[in-house]
């Protein structure tokens, strides 16, 4: 039985978690000076993807204590290509001030070239990036806001085991309207309200070495917003799964899922051939038909990290809250795999 988050604080005083469980809104005051852990071991990050039928932005700004994070990649879905670059931020251990919340709040950096305002309120997100030199020195700028914010969206809180100040806080809001403009190589890419953006808001402490597997995704069915959460991996999940369909920006809870892989001649997972994944409550089967791969590697000797990112389509059925079977077909989104030492 997965456990429902009553609104409170979300560290006692103590520095352990008040509770863990899953919640449809951001119940808990997440407040950094409560946690009593080192702040190397303190991260936090804000992801944001937005997509079309052609295109995919994704925008990372993190402070993993030993290391800072800036991230843009743009994605052509068409051709199959894709352009990143990253900044990294030596010891910021807190100091890029990453906003307590997604319901009100600015975070602002300027740092090594790059130029990042996230604005914050209850009813819409504004994004705004200058990156000066992006591939072949070409300045980058992007501006986007992000609104009609779901009723409802997926919030986990996961404690690790044997770990009583390790915990781990996420919200993820799917299929909001994005709408806004791309500047980039003397060419101005105009987003529409067609357009859909999630965003992964994470906070916690966490252990050195850690892995997970996450998916997303989101578009039209019947002139309705769907979204889809999927994922395992990390941390105690006991109290409750981060598993979520949503139509309508309404939440329909599903349980605990893994994902299954298909192996290279090497007994390797192979990204490119299909991933499934199930529910152990049977509710949810999926196929996952990959189309391409952003792999992004970061190697400081004892300090690593690893991500294989695969778009694609999403295929099967969900059983939703009143019983009814819902098809997904050709649901457009990622499943990813990631690896570190942090």
Request: charged residues 30%.
């Amino acid at each position: 039985m997965q456990h429902q988050l009553k609104k409170g604080l979300l560290i006692d005083k103590d520095g352990t978690l008040s509770e863990a469980g899953y919640a449809t809104d951001l119940l808990k005051a997440y407040n950094r000076p409560d946690i009593k852990a080192s702040k190397l071991r303190i991260k936090e990050w804000d992801y944001f993807y937005i997509q079309n039928e052609k295109h995919g932005i994704g925008l990372t700004v993190a402070d993993n204590g030993y290391m800072g994070l800036l991230s843009l990649a743009l994605m052509d879905f068409e051709n199959k290509k894709i352009a990143v670059q990253s900044k990294t931020l030596p010891l910021t251990l807190g100091k890029l001030n990453l906003s307590c919340t997604t319901q009100d709040g600015k975070t602002v950096i300027n740092k090594k070239g790059v130029v990042i305002n996230l604005d914050y309120s209850k009813d819409q997100t504004h994004i705004k990036v200058y990156w000066k030199n992006f591939e072949d020195k070409q300045p980058l700028e992007l501006d986007v806001t992000l609104s009609d914010k779901p009723k409802d969206s997926m919030v986990l809180i996961v404690p690790f085991k044997d770990k009583p100040h390790h915990f781990y806080y996420n919200q993820k809001i799917l299929a909001m309207r994005a709408e806004g403009t791309l500047k980039y190589a003397k060419k101005s890419l105009r987003i529409h309200r067609n357009g859909l953006a999630l965003m992964d808001f994470g906070r916690g402490v966490w252990p050195y070495k850690t892995k997970w597997y996450w998916g997303a995704a989101q578009g039209y069915c019947d002139n309705q917003r769907i979204g889809l959460n999927i994922g395992h991996g990390f941390g105690d999940t006991s109290k409750a799964s981060e598993d979520m369909f949503f139509i309508e920006g309404i939440a329909h809870k599903l349980s605990h899922g893994q994902f299954e892989w298909t192996n290279d001649d090497n007994n390797h997972i192979d990204d490119m051939k299909k991933w499934r994944y199930k529910t152990d409550d049977g509710r949810l089967n999926l196929v996952f038909k990959p189309l391409m791969k952003r792999q992004d590697n970061i190697n400081l000797g004892i300090l690593s990290s690893r991500q294989d990112q695969v778009f694609g389509y999403y295929n099967g059925k969900v059983i939703l809250d009143d019983d009814t079977t819902y098809d997904i077909k050709d649901l457009f989104g990622f499943a990813e795999r990631f690896d570190n030492r942090w």
